[in-house]
């Protein structure tokens, strides 16, 4: 049987734009009749995404499959790394989480990861006309060859032919591309069928020269450049950094200000995308070695993949006595998975589900205590929010259980049962569903509580699905006009 038409973007370096590239290919295929299916075979992310059949994969994945019309699975993403506290990793293969104590199991594992892989792959190349693979990092890094699944290691198992992209926007393309091909051996430099240029500014045809320069040292053809796509900021970011970039634009003045304190295993924030984009919002992502902002309506603790480890840096950073003062004020806080867990009098780790068994004690703004387990919750919930009655939906990610006596005043109704808590006086809030906020009518009057405090008149209602969907489409655009599409699916048919 003739293997699928694929084709593998892979990257000269992390965050040359590889997801975004993939999400607006995979859109303008499926514009022209095929079915393309996602696939990135390792990812390292702690912003997950539920799938359709009760797993989680990376955020970016689930960005492609919506872009290609297509229900997500666990096979779109077979492995996936999430951080933890302690330079440790959570281990996800097949959308579920495998038990990793020791270093001796991690091997044993790994080497086991590249047949899951392939297995995955040959499920999804069975659905589609078109796969589109997405590398990670960049193939260049020659000491993580041996076993690689990321990258070549699994192109070259699964014979799929690659296209590789450079940034021009972070300076140095022609060197990093054409370094690229210095350092390849050459079975996997042969694998290249040809390059593509992303996030020009500027006009295209002043790099002529560039592209003549690169294919003379390569021998790789060109197959586009792309222009910087302005309306990027309006898809969910995968990695922390784009997301803070994205965040600084301008707003008007009187904009609510919601404060995000940034801790070093924050997950899922997935959650912020609809606030990024609403123009009557000023989302300020505040980093360690920042104050919590004095004049901000909000503080929002997203999710943590490490919630103990986070309640120490929340402390050390002063941000527990920031918090205080900004309750004192009148100011309101929310707390979502993690976040939520951490607002509570103490988090319980018995078993040592986020390294040594233990616990801390939380920030004590919510009257709740959390005791961390071995079982995940994974499900995609619908409900509503009980003070206004507005619908609600998203999904829940989340080791751990969380009840006490703010938990008899619930935040949501969720398929029929209570979820989350409020304070007595309802300024603090806390549950466990992710993407709220992309339920529009919750926002519109979440956000509409808030602006009681601020002079900005209410806007017109944004439906944050319909801007993700109208970006899709844009996007699609962009690469039809800027890429040879046709070549590139001529090399994905190409695959042996």
Same mark, same amino acid.
């Given at each position: 049987?003739?293997?699928a038409?694929?084709?593998?973007?892979?990257?000269?370096?992390?965050?040359?734009g590889?997801?975004?590239?993939?999400?607006?290919?995979?859109?303008? @295929?499926?514009?022209?009749?095929?079915?393309v299916?996602?696939? &990135?075979p390792?990812?390292?992310? !702690? !912003?997950?995404?539920?799938?359709? +059949?009760?797993?989680?994969?990376?955020?970016?994945?689930?960005?492609?499959?919506?872009?290609?019309?297509?229900?997500? *699975?666990?096979?779109?993403? /077979?492995?996936?790394? &999430?951080?933890?506290?302690?330079?440790?990793?959570?281990?996800?293969?097949?959308?579920?989480?495998?038990?990793?104590?020791?270093?001796?199991?991690?091997?044993?594992?790994?080497?086991s990861? =590249? *047949?899951?892989?392939?297995?995955s @792959?040959?499920?999804?190349?069975?659905?589609?006309?078109?796969?589109?693979?997405?590398?990670?990092?960049?193939?260049?890094?020659t !000491?993580?060859?041996?076993?690689?699944?990321?990258n070549?290691?699994?192109?070259?198992?699964?014979k799929?032919?690659?296209?590789l992209v450079?940034?021009?926007?972070?300076?140095?393309?022609?060197?990093?591309?054409?370094?690229?091909?210095?350092?390849?051996?050459?079975?996997?430099?042969?694998?290249?069928?040809?390059?593509? $240029? !992303?996030?020009?500014r500027?006009?295209?045809?002043?790099?002529?020269?560039?592209?003549?320069?690169? @294919?003379?040292?390569?021998?790789?053809?060109?197959?586009?450049?792309? #222009?910087?796509?302005?309306?990027?900021?309006?898809?969910?970011?995968?990695?922390?950094?784009?997301?803070?970039?994205?965040?600084?634009? +301008?707003?008007?003045?009187?904009?609510?200000?919601?404060?995000?304190?940034?801790?070093?295993g924050?997950?899922?924030? +997935? +959650?912020l995308? #609809?606030?990024?984009i609403? #123009?009557?919002?000023?989302?300020?992502?505040?980093?360690?070695?920042?104050?919590? /902002?004095?004049?901000?309506?909000?503080?929002?603790?997203?999710?943590?993949?490490?919630?103990?480890?986070?309640?120490?840096?929340?402390?050390?950073?002063?941000?527990?006595?920031? =918090?205080?003062?900004?309750?004192?004020?009148?100011?309101?806080?929310?707390?979502?998975?993690?976040?939520?867990?951490?607002?509570?009098?103490?988090?319980q780790?018995?078993?040592?589900?986020?390294?040594?068994?233990?616990?801390?004690?939380?920030?004590?703004?919510?009257?709740?205590?959390t005791?961390?387990?071995?079982?995940?919750?994974?499900?995609?919930v619908?409900? $509503?929010?009980?003070?206004?009655?507005?619908?609600?939906?998203?999904?829940?990610?989340?080791?751990?259980?969380?009840?006490?006596?703010?938990?008899?005043?619930?935040?949501?109704?969720?398929?029929?049962?209570?979820?989350?808590?409020l304070?007595?006086?309802?300024?603090?809030?806390?549950?466990?569903?992710?993407? =709220?906020?992309? *339920?529009?009518?919750?926002?519109?009057?979440?956000?509409?509580?808030?602006?009681k405090r601020?002079?900005?008149?209410r806007?017109?209602?944004?439906?944050?699905?319909? &801007?993700?969907?109208?970006?899709?489409?844009?996007?699609?655009?962009?690469?039809?006009?800027?890429?040879?599409?046709?070549?590139?699916?001529a090399?994905?048919?190409?695959? &042996?």
């Amino acid at each position: 049987m003739r293997p699928a038409p694929a084709v593998m973007i892979q990257g000269t370096g992390s965050n040359v734009g590889k997801s975004l590239l993939v999400a607006g290919l995979a859109r303008a @295929f499926t514009r022209r009749g095929l079915k393309v299916m996602p696939f &990135k075979p390792q990812n390292l992310s !702690n !912003n997950a995404a539920v799938t359709a +059949d009760g797993g989680e994969i990376g955020r970016s994945q689930a960005l492609q499959a919506l872009a290609a019309r297509v229900p997500t *699975s666990v096979h779109m993403n /077979p492995v996936l790394l &999430k951080p933890e506290g302690g330079g440790s990793l959570q281990v996800i293969v097949h959308g579920r989480r495998v038990p990793v104590s020791s270093t001796g199991m991690w091997k044993d594992i790994k080497r086991s990861l =590249l *047949s899951r892989v392939l297995e995955s @792959f040959s499920q999804i190349e069975a659905q589609a006309d078109l796969v589109l693979v997405e590398g990670a990092g960049s193939p260049a890094e020659t !000491n993580l060859r041996r076993g690689d699944i990321a990258n070549m290691g699994f192109a070259a198992a699964a014979k799929v032919p690659v296209i590789l992209v450079g940034d021009i926007d972070c300076g140095g393309v022609i060197a990093a591309i054409v370094g690229t091909h210095c350092v390849l051996e050459p079975d996997d430099r042969n694998r290249i069928k040809g390059f593509l $240029i !992303n996030r020009f500014r500027g006009e295209v045809e002043l790099f002529d020269e560039g592209l003549s320069d690169i @294919f003379l040292r390569t021998g790789w053809p060109s197959l586009g450049v792309v #222009p910087w796509f302005d309306r990027a900021p309006d898809l969910p970011a995968e990695d922390i950094l784009a997301l803070g970039a994205m965040a600084r634009r +301008d707003k008007p003045s009187g904009a609510i200000r919601i404060a995000v304190p940034v801790l070093e295993g924050l997950a899922n924030f +997935d +959650d912020l995308d #609809p606030l990024r984009i609403e #123009p009557e919002v000023d989302l300020q992502l505040i980093y360690p070695g920042q104050a919590l /902002p004095g004049d901000a309506e909000l503080v929002l603790l997203a999710g943590s993949k490490s919630t103990v480890c986070d309640l120490a840096l929340f402390r050390q950073q002063g941000w527990d006595i920031d =918090l205080m003062a900004h309750r004192r004020r009148g100011g309101a806080i929310l707390g979502l998975c993690g976040g939520y867990q951490m607002l509570g009098r103490a988090v319980q780790d018995p078993t040592g589900v986020e390294g040594v068994p233990g616990g801390a004690a939380g920030l004590g703004f919510l009257d709740v205590e959390t005791v961390l387990g071995e079982d995940k919750r994974l499900a995609g919930v619908a409900g $509503i929010h009980l003070a206004t009655g507005s619908p609600v939906r998203g999904y829940e990610i989340h080791l751990g259980q969380t009840g006490g006596a703010d938990c008899t005043r619930p935040f949501l109704e969720i398929e029929g049962k209570p979820e989350g808590a409020l304070s007595p006086d309802g300024r603090v809030a806390g549950c466990y569903l992710h993407g =709220l906020f992309a *339920s529009d009518a919750f926002r519109a009057t979440f956000l509409g509580a808030l602006r009681k405090r601020t002079e900005l008149p209410r806007q017109e209602g944004l439906s944050y699905d319909a &801007k993700v969907e109208e970006t899709l489409e844009a996007l699609a655009d962009h690469l039809e006009a800027a890429l040879d599409l046709d070549e590139i699916l001529a090399i994905a048919r190409e695959r &042996k």
